[in-house]
């Protein structure tokens, strides 16, 4: 069943921040911090978390038919950092032979969104989100996309994620959060009209 919480909720009174989200415009995860509404998600983005996870389960069995083990499926990670915790649930962990052994994320995106990847590389909030895991867990990354449209895959073994960025722009959410103040957002990861809560960045705003 799937989870109904926001991208930040409140656990026993404690802060606990998506690391799905951890990469997210900064103003979005306070407005889920302050618990503004957010709008629904529409129906397209619904269909394609559902066909996400199909996807995830064809990818995964493609490793295993090429000799990788996979394993921990939807184990649940967790960060602590004192005045909030960041949790997830990781993909697998990915073993093949005695040297190769990563923390698993697998992605569908569309075809344009797929060829952005290739343009200009692995997203932030990807790599953020792969930083928490990577802490998390103490292994690198396996990163494997999918395209919805097409059927092509692209992997990347990701080594070089800075868990300490994410930790800094947490705390700075949370810092606003203690105040009531929403932080400012970040222009560079707009969501647009598919952000749940455009309504806080109306036009001059941003």
Known sequence: ???????????AGRPVYRAS?????????GAARL???????????????????RHEEWIVEDLV??????????????????????????????ARGKRELYVLEI????????GQLRREGISYKHRCQMAVYSRALGLPALYVVKC????????YVVNDLDFREV????????LAALKDRLPKPDDDLC?????????????GVL
């Open 21 to 29: 989200a951890s990469g997210y415009c900064r103003r979005m995860l």
């Open 107 to 114: 992605k569908t995106m569309s075809r344009w969104m797929f």
């Open 167 to 174: 930790e800094e722009r947490l705390l700075e959410v949370e």
């Open 35 to 53: 618990g503004y509404v957010p709008k629904p998600d529409s129906e397209y983005l619904l269909l394609a978390a559902r066909e996400g996870q």
């Open 191 to 203: 969501f647009g009209g598919r952000c749940q809560y455009d309504f806080l960045c109306p036009r």
């Open 65 to 94: 038919r090429e000799g990788w083990q996979v394993f921990q499926r939807q184990k649940e990670i967790e960060v602590d950092l004192g005045a909030l915790v960041v949790r997830g649930h990781v993909d697998g962990v990915a």
């Open 148 to 155: 919805r449209d097409t059927g092509e895959t692209e992997r």
């Open 1 to 11: 069943m799937a989870d109904e919480r926001p991208i930040v909720y409140l656990e």
